[in-house]
């Protein structure tokens, strides 16, 4: 297979915030594999948080690159067992070649991924819209301008998250999950939010404490009066073994997992701990979000609205109608570079 590496600048709609950083954009990296005159597209999105950046994705995708072009794309279960070995970490350059291989197998089948894997395109789930750390105004102007979803993810996690939930539940009744982002490192402090939270209609709480802290969890769950979500504290599927007793669920995402046939293995693992699956994302355009939700009819709970935060898309792919993912039933991904957006 042949190798292309190209740098892809994406810019918010709006400034976006969580508990421990902020920004206006980002540079994804987009990959093309060509072999057989097809050409299967991949997305990468780096984050900071697991120590990735554009340029260690660059770097890995280049280490990566003797095996990418010696490889055979038909035996992508072996191939990308081989990128994973490369190297420990920047899963998010792995989820891109793992991507990349599956959108040409569809694309030489002539077949969806969604169909490939034996789903019903008919039982995707909701998608949440994510609502980021900001002022009371902007709060309630971002919850109108999400007027077509029924359900919001609200990011708390900073000193503000009194005034942003009181906004919320002034601006809409609508079904809130919030995502704290490893915010509230006290525990009797997360027990108490996690009550007011309650009374205010919220349906769970991702991520409360800092990732690495098992017992502390399993001591808020105990008491919690909401369902506790794993999402800092979970990449692979080997995580999910030592976190099932201290978690309700898991939020699995393709940038942490290295790609779709490990986030196919997480979904499977967690079933059989009888955890709940949300499938979430990362900024990233429609091309990574819509890989995602092609697994999407197999989980609880969806947050694939990354590309729905863009100022532009530079590709097309999934739709979402009243919140409800909509696959394309074009081949492999089904996904399309918009015009104009060449790197
Ligand atoms: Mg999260």
Redesign the pocket.
């Known amino acids: 297979m042949k190798l292309h590496i190209e740098t892809q600048e994406l810019r918010m709609r709006h400034i976006w915030r ?1 508990s421990r950083d902020q920004a206006m954009g980002k540079v994804n990296v987009v990959i093309q594999l060509e072999h057989d005159g097809i050409i299967g597209f991949g997305e990468a999105a780096p984050n900071i948080r697991y120590h990735e950046t554009t340029e260690s994705t660059v770097a890995f995708l280049e280490k990566a690159r003797p095996v990418i072009e010696a490889a055979d794309p038909w035996r992508f279960q072996d191939f990308i067992r081989r990128i994973h070995e490369l190297d420990e970490g920047q899963n998010a350059a792995k989820a891109a070649v793992d991507m990349a291989v599956l959108d040409w197998v569809g694309k030489k089948l002539d077949i969806p991924l969604f169909r490939y894997f034996g789903l019903d395109a008919g039982k995707t789930p909701v998608t949440s819209y994510s609502i980021g750390i900001d002022t009371p105004e902007k709060i309630k102007e971002k919850i109108r301008e999400a007027e077509g979803f029924p359900i919001l993810k609200i990011k708390l996690g900073s000193e503000d998250d009194e005034q942003i939930m009181q906004a919320v539940r002034e601006a809409t009744d609508r079904t809130v999950r919030v ?1 704290a ?1 490893e915010g509230w490192p006290d525990p009797l402090q997360a027990l108490e939010k996690m009550h007011w939270l309650a009374q205010l209609n919220v349906e769970f709480v ?2 409360p404490l800092p990732a690495g802290r098992l017992d502390d969890v399993t001591w808020l769950r105990e008491r919690a009066p909401l369902p506790i979500v794993a ?2 504290d979970v990449h692979l599927a080997r995580d999910i073994p030592a976190l099932a007793h201290a978690y309700d669920g898991i ?1 699995i995402k393709i940038m942490k997992s290295g790609g779709l046939l490990e986030a196919l293995r997480m979904i499977h693992t967690a079933r059989a701990h009888g955890l709940s699956i949300m499938l ?1 994302c990362m900024i990233e355009s429609s091309l990574a979000i819509t890989a995602a939700a092609h697994l999407s009819p197999l989980v609880d709970w969806a ?1 694939l609205d990354g590309n729905l935060l863009l100022a532009a898309d530079p590709f097309t792919g999934g739709g979402v109608r009243e919140g409800k993912l909509i696959l394309p039933h074009g081949p492999g991904l089904g996904v399309q570079r918009n015009q104009g957006q060449n790197g």
């Open positions: 969580i995502d982002n991702e991520q999402d800092e939020n979430g947050d």
